[in-house]
């Protein structure tokens, strides 16, 4: 397999999706919002984590969380998504990169993200290593459009810059 190239910046895209179910914690960038319906999955369906921990995973050229954590395997059952976070980040490092900024869009017409942004932007810096402001959390309503609206799930899209170095 070819080895990436540490000589500059490498970009990764990450994207997640989960239903929101009635009687699910309502878990989303690391922390747990008060909301009646939370992302159903077979780890505690945080997407926003999901997200993070696939585009660092694919700026750095390596597996995706599936691959790395599959859904079949039973010891992932309501597992902390942190654990995946905190898993790629050793696998970049590992790799000889260190993050640069993470930025994340969370589309849903469930929770509410704005009165949440400045607890997930700590808790996602707390779990990446890095500093909250170079995190950003958006919120994105879907104007009552798509298989989405009526709040019945999120999506997530990630995008992760690593450089070169420890």
Avoid: W
Avoid at 44 to 53: E, F, K, N, R
Avoid at 59 to 70: E, H, K, N, S, V
Avoid at 78 to 105: C, L
């Amino acid at each position: 397999m070819d080895q990436p190239n540490r000589t500059g910046p490498r970009i990764g895209l990450g994207f997640d999706l989960h239903r929101l179910e009635e009687g699910r914690p309502c878990r989303l960038g690391g922390i747990t919002l008060d909301h009646p319906t939370g992302p159903a999955g077979h780890s505690d369906g945080d997407a926003v984590l999901h997200a993070i921990t696939d585009a660092l995973l694919g700026a750095a050229g390596l597996d995706d969380i599936g691959t790395l954590f599959p859904d079949t395997d039973a010891a992932h059952k309501n597992k902390d998504s942190a654990v995946f976070i905190e898993a790629a980040v050793q696998a970049i490092q590992k790799e000889g990169y260190r993050i640069g900024n993470v930025d994340i869009v969370i589309a849903t017409e469930g929770p509410r993200i704005a009165p949440h942004r400045a607890a997930m932007r700590e808790r996602l810096a707390e779990l990446l290593g890095i500093q909250s402001n170079a995190v950003n959390v958006k919120g994105k309503t879907l104007e009552g459009m798509g298989a989405l609206a009526g709040g019945t799930g999120v999506a997530v899209q990630a995008i992760a810059m690593l450089m070169p170095g420890r």
